[in-house]
């Protein structure tokens, strides 16, 4: 039997356009010969569809687009992934569930047992659990059928749900595994992916064929890296990372494992790519071609920049340079510099006009006031209200350049350097921005090295560095990924050895600054725990602020 | 038995203001003679906690307030939410359980069974469902214990959840039902919730003592209106809206079921209130005292500032009148009469030296093409930098004007008139306002009835009208109601009546805008289905746009 994987990009609610890549995909996988071709979870609408899944419209959009795989499975399986309604009145209205289309017909069709409702996860907003589980037969194999979550209560010293559905179907003795999966990239999500589909293959003795999503979503990308594994617990195969692929597997090869191939997993090379396809799904799932963004000279401005060039071609990149009388000469220089390295236009637009401007007009109102961060952030509101003139008057998307360390503390200013469309680095520490940097530059000077020597700073008043009013990045950093990604309150940070008075500080400005966050731009997210809809915490709240 | 109801403004995280409320409640309601007092689901550390649920930290916070609540319960039954570990190694590691606590003693705690997971909330997020069900007792009388939801599959013709908690308790014959709730305000609410209450009571023939929260939590207002309600079905009472209360009911006397009050229920009148208490709120529990906001002239403007005005009075409302050269003459006159109708400071700022600045600058870059949207997206953004100055500079809120009907359609400037640390009418329609600038101008003119009556302008360019780029309000509103609030589908606007072409249009509109609504801030909500955490659609999504 020989078993086709296909890792698709879909597009939330393109229905139309996402059958079209499922046909090819079944027409290619019939003339490789495959029995069976498979698509990830909720293929038809693309994942998270999140509550277009309340428009019956939407449903009915999903169904007709399973009726015409039906047509075009003469001759080969399908199992895809589709919303269904629930027949039964007590309960949530929906199945997130898998067909399997046989031949012009409907085997079979399993629900999801396990739905996922954590970090960036809803799924218990919309569907019903499981309760019925049932082997499908193609050929004489019968394939037990499960959607991505359902394999995840393998594996886990604290499993998140009471039931297992895998168990379940074991009775019926079933030939192979096939998941059907929306696994969002993390950095250390193949990693895990790998460990739960090896605990399953080891519980149940028999192989499994996982497949997954590809691109971006907005903020949630998918790095694909479908896994076929042997019975043996060996990776039979991993496919590409951050790409569409189609692959066919001889059932009887995967049985006998000897095959072994697995992706490489460099953390900083990871998130490259996968910031480059979020970048790149963004505007074309928008139906943009070209961005526009501001180079400050310093090293987050500096990436995002080459990130977007890579993404979407140095000609559809163009940045404005915009100093000010407290902007430091080289900061200019070292833009042009960049600018020029990558090809990309570069336009120069000092800010001084319309801060004095506002100076004037603000004048008498702040009459005998000392210069503050009011002023600070004037010259960031201009500089934004600058770039938004040029996304306006010709069309293209303004990217944000924040990093996460920033975005966890606050330090940026709202409606000015925090505008943006999509902000790339949001879900980036300022130290993996310097280790991107350098990645960037492995072939030769592509970021200035002065870019990426310089100290940090913001440039909004005389001599003023980032050190002024944070703690060194590397401190810094380190309490904050324990604290948004491992979820380690002040007393555990504390046990750590970290100075309890820092420790209280930071996590005082990472807690008041929920009000900015909750109007950032949606951020591209490449760690477990990114800003947005995966961390959800109250504005108004008390709690260590 | 003397049951007292515990009506309270919670605040989230605040373990000490909370517990000291509530400790508070205790003594008044020994002294007014009660044997039991009832506080609100999840009143230790307030609701919705949201990710604070992910910390240990958080939760042991919890359990010291209950330990210490635990210790004023000498001589009175106490029953109180707060989160608890889930001992069980499977499933989500808390529950929402209602504590009783008597005479020092914990005598029993029964966890949520029915966890909310949609439109706002995510309960499933965080807890385990209850399998387990016992009733509780206090001098003879047994106690059915349920929090907020567990009673809302009742009553209900397309049930959420498969089981029913009240019906396994039964078997043990309990005398009354205690609902400890955190039911957040929409103007429908207060209706929904009697008619659930009553088809509680008359399924199981007994009363029913029903605590809500009161107040609000940044978007989210809890109305309070904690119900009593007869084994006839009637309402014995129902408490005040919006005011935190304490009252004791004797049991016998709910028995007989002689007395009935209901509040009123005046749709208008109650958005009212529910949004000068979430200003109220929203500033209070961020330790702020004053607002500012800029006033055009227009009604969307006026309505904010007076309901500012009662929220935070008039000496903490600071307005800016900001005139640019496409202003009519009577914009100025009508900010002007307002301001001074309502005793509040106001300044006036021309932009234009401030858009000059931005135009002289961009001109090179402009050169040849016509003025556009950019050009009124500058005036709004420049506004909105002058608006937020003064807020950094004198340490105010800016309150945001924007209402729901411009939202939905993006009918706003993001960066410009969509700044804001809230908003205040970004859930009511257009035609709301209007009914509301009448309601507020009941007991004579506070609002200039010329900003109510002139047409709705931007006022971005020469002659500018709303109606010059969206539907009129009236249509606009009812197709926005049934795709926001109702969910219906293109097909089934078209079926309604609405014109082919309008239905599009309208919804291509919604859904192109998510990209600006991701951004905006958190919208005081008092419809059944607002911007923001309650409303959750992908921003690359291609349906319907």
Same mark, same amino acid.
């Given at each position: 039997m020989r078993i086709a994987l296909a890792q698709l990009n879909c597009h939330i609610g393109n229905f139309e356009g996402n059958l079209q890549k499922m046909l090819a995909a079944v027409e290619s996988a019939k003339s490789e010969g495959a029995d069976l071709v498979c698509f990830p979870e909720l293929a038809v609408c693309g994942y998270p569809p999140r509550d277009f899944l309340e428009f019956d419209d939407f449903i009915r959009k999903s169904y007709t687009s399973v009726e015409r795989l039906l047509q075009a499975s003469k001759g080969i399986g399908i199992i895809v992934g589709a919303p269904t309604h629930n027949p039964v009145v007590e309960g949530k209205d929906l199945f997130n569930s898998a067909y399997f289309l046989y031949d012009g017909k409907q085997i079979g069709v399993q629900h999801k047992t396990l739905l996922p409702t954590y970090d960036i996860f809803d799924e218990y907003r919309y569907f019903e659990p499981a309760t019925e589980f049932q082997t499908v037969e193609l050929k004489g194999k019968k394939i037990a059928l499960s959607v991505c979550e359902d394999i995840w209560n393998v594996g886990n010293e604290n499993p998140l749900y009471t039931i297992c559905p895998l168990d379940e179907m074991m009775r019926e003795k079933p030939d192979f595994i096939v998941n059907i999966s929306a696994s969002p990239f993390d950095y250390g999500q193949a990693a895990r992916r790998i460990h739960v589909v090896r605990a399953n293959v080891e519980r149940y003795g028999i192989p499994m064929f996982y497949v997954n999503h590809v691109g971006a979503q907005t903020d949630i990308i998918f790095d694909g890296g479908s896994i076929v594994m042997s019975p043996? *617990?060996?990776?039979?195969?991993?496919?590409?990372?951050?790409?569409?692929?189609?692959?066919?597997?001889?059932?009887?090869?995967?049985?006998?494992?000897?095959?072994?191939?697995e992706q490489p997993k460099d953390k900083i090379n990871l998130i490259h790519d996968a910031l480059v396809v979020?970048?790149?799904?963004?505007?074309?799932?928008?139906?943009?071609?070209?961005?526009?963004?501001?180079?400050?000279?310093?090293i987050d401005s500096a990436v995002t920049a080459v990130l977007a060039a890579r993404a979407l071609g140095s000609e559809n990149v163009r940045v404005l340079l915009m100093p000010s009388q407290f902007s430091s000469g080289h900061s200019v220089d070292d833009a042009r510099r960049l600018a020029e390295n990558l090809g990309i236009q570069y336009d120069i637009i000092a800010i001084k006009p319309m801060y004095e401007a506002f100076e004037a007009a603000?004048?008498?109102?702040?009459? *005998?006031?000392?210069?503050?961060?009011t002023e600070e952030n004037i010259q960031a509101r201009v500089r934004g209200t600058l770039l938004m003139a040029?996304?306006?008057?010709?069309?293209?998307?303004?990217?944000?350049?924040?990093?996460?360390?920033?975005?966890?503390?606050?330090?940026?200013?709202?409606?000015?350097?925090?505008?943006?469309?999509?902000?790339?680095?949001?879900?980036?520490?300022?130290?993996?921005?310097?280790?991107?940097?350098?990645?960037?530059?492995?072939?030769?000077?592509?970021?200035?090295?002065?870019?990426?020597?310089?100290?940090?700073?913001?440039?909004?008043?005389?001599?003023?560095?980032?050190?002024?009013?944070?703690?060194?990045?590397?401190?810094?950093?380190?309490?904050?990924?324990?604290?948004?990604?491992?979820?380690?309150?002040?007393?555990?940070?504390?046990?750590?050895?970290?100075?309890?008075?820092?420790?209280?500080?930071?996590?005082?400005?990472?807690?008041?600054?929920?009000?900015?966050?909750e109007q950032a731009a949606p951020v591209l997210r490449v760690s477990s725990k990114g800003f947005g809809m995966g961390r959800r915490m109250p504005i108004v709240g008390k709690y260590l602020s």
């Open positions: 043996n *617990g060996r990776v039979f195969d991993e496919m590409a990372y951050f790409e569409e692929s189609l692959k066919v597997y001889d059932l009887e090869e995967v049985m006998r494992g000897g095959q072994a191939s979020g970048i790149r799904d963004y505007f074309q799932k928008l139906g943009f071609k070209q961005a526009i963004l501001g180079l400050s000279g310093g603000l004048q008498s109102h702040f009459e *005998g006031l000392p210069f503050n961060v040029m996304s306006n008057k010709f069309g293209n998307i303004l990217l944000n350049t924040t990093n996460k360390s920033e975005m966890a503390v606050g330090y940026g200013t709202l409606y000015g350097d925090m505008c943006g469309g999509i902000s790339v680095l949001g879900d980036v520490y300022k130290t993996e921005v310097y280790e991107l940097a350098r990645y960037l530059n492995k072939d030769g000077e592509v970021i200035p090295e002065n870019s990426i020597a310089k100290p940090p700073s913001a440039e909004l008043r005389p001599g003023q560095k980032d050190s002024d009013s944070l703690p060194p990045y590397d401190i810094l950093d380190q309490v904050l990924y324990q604290y948004i990604e491992c979820r380690q309150g002040p007393r555990e940070l504390i046990e750590m050895g970290f100075d309890e008075a820092l420790v209280k500080r930071v996590l005082r400005m990472v807690n008041m600054n929920e009000f900015k966050r």
